[in-house]
T-cell receptor
């Protein structure tokens, strides 16, 4: 009963380093998305995907890349980490539906610090 | 303009009392969904309740209910008979458009609820 799995749970990077945050879901959900959560703020959408091979930008996409080669996986890449990217990152997935009533299921988050 | 506004940064409530967490939203799309999530200190996001723009009745899920006032664009969460375990951050969120279109929720900044014994 894994749901949405994010790895790693914690990571410390130096400015300029690159890394990939992993996200996998086993619910066969079509939709997947990445959010960041900063202190005192709600979650903000970075990128999302409506299916394998299809991705699009959210509210705060700069500095991040995504790809979706399979239904299960949706990795988030930081190309050159900056201190402003210090945040908690959440991956989420949901079923596609005609109506907007499908809730997003969230992973447990990745706490990322950029020094 | 903010799409989701939660005006209560923090609330203290006595155990067993009912709690109302405020949420107002802004959209011109006739089709939208409103969600409430709970985030305990452990950090995970827990889905609580959903209200659709076309729903005729207020949503209920156990001790949670949603006071949906469409004309006022408000979707307040009501927790009945609060418990110590209800202490957490609560986020209101909205998805605009039909469920098959673009993805992603717009979140408010949250309300930090503390239940006191």
């Amino acid at each position: 009963n894994a749901g949405v799995t994010q790895t790693p749970k914690f990571q410390v990077l130096k400015t300029g380093q690159s890394m990939t945050l992993q996200c996998a879901q086993d619910m066969n959900h079509e939709y997947m998305s990445w959010y960041r959560q900063d202190p005192g703020m709600g979650l903000r959408l970075i990128h999302y995907s409506v299916g394998a091979g299809i991705t699009d930008q959210g509210e705060v996409p700069n500095g991040y890349n995504v790809s979706r080669s399979t239904t299960e996986d949706f990795p988030l890449r930081l190309l050159s980490a900056a201190p402003s990217q210090t945040s908690v990152y959440f991956c989420a997935s949901r079923r596609q539906a005609v109506y907007s009533n499908q809730p997003q299921h969230f992973g447990d988050g990745t706490r990322l610090s950029i020094l | 303009a903010q799409k989701i506004t939660q005006t209560q940064p923090g609330m203290f409530v006595q155990e067993k009392e009912a709690v109302t967490l405020d949420c107002t939203y802004d959209t011109s799309d006739p089709s939208y969904g409103l969600f409430w999530y709970k985030q305990p200190s452990s950090g995970e996001m827990i889905f609580l309740i959903y209200q659709g723009s076309y729903d005729q009745q207020n949503a209920t899920e156990g001790r949670y209910s949603l006071n949906f006032q469409k004309a006022r664009k408000s979707a307040n969460l009501v927790i009945s008979a609060s418990q110590l375990g209800d202490s957490a951050m609560y986020f209101c969120a909205m998805r605009e458009g039909e469920g098959g279109g673009a993805d992603g929720l717009t979140f408010g900044k949250g309300t930090h609820l503390i239940i006191q014994p």
